[in-house]
């Protein structure tokens, strides 16, 4: 008697992430998925057949996606995928592209594979969303995903207190602190010293940072930024992500010389 093996498929919201050639008639993609995490696939004949993944497998996409078990080349197949948000605006508008490639880049780079991240997937679908519809600046939107991303990975930057002696942020005279990157943490005057790794913050660019680290992201998304705590805000947690990732992710580059290049 032949025992057939059991395929094993299951279906997931998913956003793709990446996706790669394979072959001539192969794609290979990277999705991260609600129910099973980051995953790579392989999207067998997608770029042969027009039908079967046509205008699909795009970046920044929201999908549904059917994946099986049965490993080819080592990796799960993708059985059917089906479009919930194309997220068109993004990929028409080269700013709000660069910042999408730049955060799926940083979710890629930072998650293991088949580890279940809810959070981080609803958290990168609500940005897609509002970066498309525009309802939050670029540069604030931005710094919400990086502090929603580091709390949820456990590493969020402290900003209330001195890392070394406690003081409040508050009881800080100084008008500028730093930032030191190696602790994670900001330090009083009395405390800092000279390091390869510290940041300078002006104090109004800490208390903003805090405000949206402590409201709901739909109250923090209608705050009025103040433009040079927002751009110094933003370059500090670009900054911290790149010390923890221990490199910069190519699209990072990209964004930061697009943005140079727009000023
Ligand atoms: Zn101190």
């Not at 059991?6 to 998925?33: E, H, K, N």
């Not at 059985?79 to 068109?88: F, S, T, V, Y």
């Not at 800092?192 to 903003?208: F, N, Y």
């Amino acid at each position: 008697m032949a025992f057939e093996r059991i395929m094993c498929t299951f279906a997931t919201p998913a956003i793709l992430l990446r996706r790669s050639a394979y072959g001539d008639y192969d794609l290979i993609v990277t999705l991260l998925t609600l129910c099973n995490g980051k995953l790579t696939a392989i999207a067998k004949n997608a770029k042969k057949s027009r039908k079967r993944f046509a205008g699909v497998l795009e970046p920044f996409s929201l999908l549904n996606v059917s994946c099986s078990d049965t490993r080819s080349r080592g990796m799960m197949v993708l059985q059917e995928a089906c479009l919930e948000n194309p997220c068109a605006g993004i990929r028409g508008d080269v700013m709000k592209t660069s910042y999408a490639s730049y955060w799926a880049e940083m979710v890629n780079i930072w998650l293991e594979e088949g580890r279940e991240q809810p959070r981080i997937y609803y958290l990168l679908r609500d940005c897609l969303q509002l970066l498309e519809s525009g309802a939050i600046g670029n540069e604030a939107l931005s710094i919400i995903f990086h502090l929603r991303f580091l709390s949820f990975s456990g590493l969020s930057p402290n900003l209330s207190r001195c890392s070394e002696c406690q003081m409040e942020t508050d009881h800080i005279t100084a008008p500028r602190f730093f930032f030191e990157l190696a602790k994670g943490g900001i330090l009083c005057e009395g405390c800092s010293a000279k390091s390869p790794t510290r940041v300078s913050l002006a104090k109004g660019t800490v208390k903003q940072l805090l405000w949206i680290q402590s409201n709901d992201w739909q109250t923090a998304g209608r705050l009025k930024f103040n433009p040079a705590a927002l751009n110094e805000g933003l370059r500090f947690l670009e900054k911290f992500v790149v010390f923890h990732l221990g490199k910069e992710p190519k699209s990072l580059i990209f964004l930061q010389d697009l943005r140079l290049a727009a000023q």
